[in-house]
């Protein structure tokens, strides 16, 4: 059976899989995402026939011709930005992702952080781990009511739709969206409303909540320009990529009151902050774990493992990209 590169170990389930499937299997021993210089240095220690790596590897072009023998890339991770397609397609190299296993805890950790910024429970908690509660105050830490505002998505996909649907008919928000293209099925779920501009969102919203892939055409959708069209009292959030705002600019206009408020789980150039965002109080942050349950990344390590394992028995992979 064919061999396999692994970057960094994955939860056991897949690697057993894989295992039981008859694969040789050579895992990266550094719990960490290799340097460009470590990678190709493994990757051409053996004709590899097929590599499993994570987003946090660039495979591109050098990568690929480091192991001309592979002929397929399984990706863990539902976004597939750090693989340049094209280098793959010339090559024939096969790519494969791992969408859907992860919808529920990304959207659960939006709506956490949604909670954690407009209720500002991140700060209250400081303070008192600061010894600086000296009791009950009628404008001690003053947040915002979620019923009846309104939502805005950016990208419909399923973590946009299930966060929406759970905004609407659990807190009863208001939901709007903009998409390249209106889905029916989104506005079903969610009693959501299309909007024909992202600009419209932006407008309209109370809480923007972004949901789009990295791609040339989403790299800082959300720049200063866009940032000045929220409201004054709006919250942005970000479980997609960090790359899709603009991060210099969200330090200065969570800075100046533009907005009122950011929750986020990517940052532009992690593991990163851009200068002065750790410093602001009116930012949650967590460290890229939106999808870090048990369930997903279980679920995500199965699926990487069955796009491997179709391959080489001469299926199509469930989850081919290119």
Known sequence: ???????????????????EKGFELDISPK?????????????????YDGVLCLLTDTINGEVFDAVPSAKMFANYA???????????????????????VLTEAVAEHTLALLFAVVKRV?????????GKY????????????????TLGIL????????????????????????????SPEFEQS??????????????????VSVHVPLLPSTTHLINAERLRQMKKTAYLLNTSRGPVIDEDALVVALKTGVIRGAGLDVFEHEPKLSKGLAKLQNVVMTPHTASATKSARDGMAKLAAENLIAFFEGKVPPNKVS
């Open 134 to 149: 000296k009791g009950w105050g009628p404008e001690l830490f003053l947040g915002e009511e979620l019923q009846g505002k």
């Open 31 to 47: 719990d960490r995402p290799l340097t460009k210089r470590e990678l190709l240095k493994a990757l051409k220690k053996k004709p």
């Open 122 to 130: 991140v700060e209250g908690d400081t303070f008192l781990r600061k």
């Open 78 to 100: 539902v976004g597939f930005n750090n693989i340049t397609i094209e280098e793959a397609k010339k090559r024939g190299v096969t790519i494969t992702n791992t969408p859907g």
């Open 190 to 207: 969610s009693s959501a409303t299309f909007r024909a501009t992202l600009e419209e969102v932006l407008k309209e919203a109370d809480i």
């Open 1 to 19: 059976m064919a061999t396999i590169y692994i970057t960094r170990k994955i939860p056991d389930i897949g690697i057993s899989m894989l295992k």
């Open 155 to 182: 990208g419909a996909g399923r973590i946009g739709g299930r966060v929406a649907e759970v905004a609407s008919k659990g807190l009863g928000m208001n939901v709007i969206y903009y998409d390249i293209k209106q």
